[in-house]
């Protein structure tokens, strides 16, 4: 069966810095595709990026980029110039070849100061 | 366009009782999931439904729990004679095709079972 794994139960960043949450799955797939969801205090999910397993190139949404590692199953997301409103859960997960459900980490609480 | 809308927003009810949780999906989407968020146990995938084909319902906890989706739009999640473990946040989402597309979510329904 598939996992995620965030390690980082929270984070924290200052405001215009770069912070970078870690998540490593487990899988036998060759084909799949992996997210980051965001989940501010009002609780709704807010897809942030996603990437392909089979395209190399990793994927950006402006000031949000990715690191795909296939080989090492990491699949970490940057977050450049930190704003307040970035503050947030962040879960990463992964959809598979044979079933269409999302599976989740545990999410990263990612707090931002001023 | 709108996004993915669920309701009630929140819901209290006595242990024993039956609740219907309503979701409506992006027009157009093909694809309806339900997910459980608790803290115990992080998000979990409860059903999924792809146009008029037969639900996957793989992730219902126990027969309390069922899902329908009339015209391949709007869909409801009842859980009949709710237990206090039912209290969680339950997560709508809904896609274009089945595989790899992302999820959109609703804001979720809170569920608390006294």
């Known amino acids: 069966a598939q996992t995620v794994t965030q390690s980082q139960p929270e984070m924290s960043v200052q405001e215009a810095e770069t912070v970078t949450l870690s998540c490593t799955y487990d899988?036998?797939?060759?084909?799949?595709?992996l997210f980051w969801y965001k989940q501010p205090p009002s609780r709704q999910m807010i897809l942030v990026i996603r990437?392909?397993?089979?395209?190399?190139q990793n994927a950006t949404e402006n000031r949000f980029s990715v690191n795909f590692q296939k080989a090492a199953k990491s699949f970490s997301l940057k977050i450049s110039d930190s704003q307040l409103g970035d503050a947030a859960m962040y879960f990463c997960a992964y959809s598979g070849q044979a079933g269409t459900a999302l599976i989740f980490g545990k999410g990263t609480t990612l707090s931002v100061s001023s | 366009g709108a996004g993915v809308s669920q309701s009630p927003s929140n819901k209290v009810t006595e242990k024993g009782k039956d609740v219907e949780l309503r979701c409506d999906p992006i027009?157009?989407?093909?694809?309806l999931y339900w997910y459980r968020q608790s803290l115990g146990q992080g998000l979990e995938f409860l059903i999924y439904?792809?146009?008029?084909?037969?639900?996957?319902k793989s992730g219902l906890p126990s027969d309390r729990f069922s899902a329908e989706r009339t015209g391949g739009s709007v869909s409801t999640l009842t859980i009949q004679r709710t237990q206090q473990e039912d209290s969680a946040v339950y997560l709508c989402?809904?896609?274009?095709?089945?595989?790899?597309?992302?999820?959109?979510f609703g804001p979720g329904t809170r569920l608390t079972v006294l």
């Open positions: 990437q392909e397993a089979y395209k190399q």
């Open positions: 989402a809904s896609s274009l095709r089945l595989r790899g597309e992302a999820q959109y």
């Open positions: 027009s157009g989407h093909t694809a």
């Open positions: 899988t036998s797939e060759s084909d799949y595709y």
């Open positions: 439904f792809q146009g008029n084909s037969a639900p996957d």
